[in-house]
């Protein structure tokens, strides 16, 4: 009994043995028929994204840099060359035209007031004795009216004597500059107040000649401010350029609801520079390598193919191409990086 035991337990022992043995074969022979990754993609092919390229309309997008100014802006300047006896305004006041910003001490070298007050005065008294005369018959009518005229011219040399010794504002609106203080001296014909209409504001750019050729007039242009877009437009391009410092003058206009562009502020905006139409396809389509700009295209074929390009105008989305491509062109967006020549590609959604 114990030998038929021992020779069933052996029997069984090489059984397993034998079906182990099968098994390992089995996964050898598994083993010898996995690919690699290059073998399945050189049969597949190599997985790619991709789009059609298309004619559309882009826009030209430049960022410029300039300092913003007061829309009619205006300098008060002085009459006089003597110190300043009171200053009435400071920087953000509103004034309206003729109003008094400032006034200057007299000195012995600025009578003309004084003197026009003086003279006044006695031809008023000669006046008065002249009528007494008149209605006595002892002088004409006309000596009497000779007289008032010189008084009338007399007077109105002393309000222009009176104005001299005051700075008046040349136009309403805001002050932006306040130049001088009590007790200094501008000087005659020296600027002292700066003022401008804020409810519009220009934002002055200097543009070289190689980019004065993007400006049109009436171009959107937009400022990002604390988060907020303010829209404006081109609003003046000059026919020439500065002599001393060879740039272009080039004004934008902004409307300024709230007044938030204050004049001196620094800022960029962006100008729609130009529109073009004419073949496009997404920026990351573009494969730059040893100076030269590529997209990779599938063929009829399904194969990959290489073409380099001339680009054209940006956007953030998009690029124009302005030869080696055609409309219609299946160009790679994903996947591109690995191709070769000639790869068969497996387009992927």
Do not use: H
Not at 18 to 45: H, Y
Not at 150 to 160: F, G, P
Not at 314 to 338: A, H, P, W
Request: net charge positive; with cysteine.
């Amino acid at each position: 009994m114990k030998t038929i035991t021992k020779s069933i337990i052996t029997i069984s022992a090489l059984s397993l043995l034998l079906a182990g043995c099968g098994d390992a074969k089995k996964d050898a022979k598994s083993e010898k028929k996995v690919s690699t990754i290059e073998e399945i993609q050189k049969v597949n092919g190599k997985p790619a994204r991709v789009v059609k390229a298309a004619t559309v309309k882009l826009t030209d997008v430049r960022s410029f840099s300039g300092t913003i100014e007061g829309s009619q802006q205006t300098t008060a300047t002085a009459k006089l060359g003597d110190p300043i006896a009171k200053v009435n305004v400071r920087v953000g006041s509103k004034v309206r035209k003729d109003q008094v910003l400032a006034e200057f001490v007299f000195t012995g070298d600025n009578t003309a007031y004084q003197q026009a007050q003086a003279n006044i005065a006695m031809q008023e008294k000669s006046l008065n004795r002249l009528k007494e005369v008149q209605a006595k018959g002892g002088v004409s009518l006309q000596d009497v009216e000779q007289l008032e005229t010189q008084i009338n011219v007399a007077k109105m040399q002393m309000e222009t004597a009176r104005r001299a010794t005051l700075v008046l504002a040349p136009s309403s609106g805001t002050i932006t500059e306040v130049k001088f203080k009590v007790g200094e001296v501008p000087g005659v014909g020296g600027a002292m107040f700066t003022i401008a209409n804020l409810d519009k504001v220009i934002l002055k750019l200097n543009v070289t000649s190689s980019e004065i050729g993007f400006f049109k007039k009436g171009a959107k242009a937009t400022i990002e401010l604390n988060g907020e877009k303010l829209q404006g437009e081109v609003s003046l391009i000059p026919l020439a350029a500065n002599p001393i410092t060879r740039f272009f003058p080039v004004e934008v206009t902004f409307k300024n609801k709230g007044q938030k562009l204050l004049p001196g502020m620094y800022l960029t905006t962006k100008i729609d520079a130009r529109e073009v139409t004419g073949v496009s396809v997404p920026v990351e389509a573009i494969v730059y390598s040893n100076g030269v700009n590529s997209v990779w295209t599938v063929d009829s074929e399904g194969k990959a193919k290489r073409k380099i390009v001339q680009l054209g105008v940006q956007t953030k989305t998009d690029i124009q191409i302005k030869d080696g491509l055609s409309e219609g062109d299946v160009v790679m967006v994903e996947g591109q990086n690995r191709m070769n020549d000639g790869d068969k590609v497996l387009i992927v959604e």
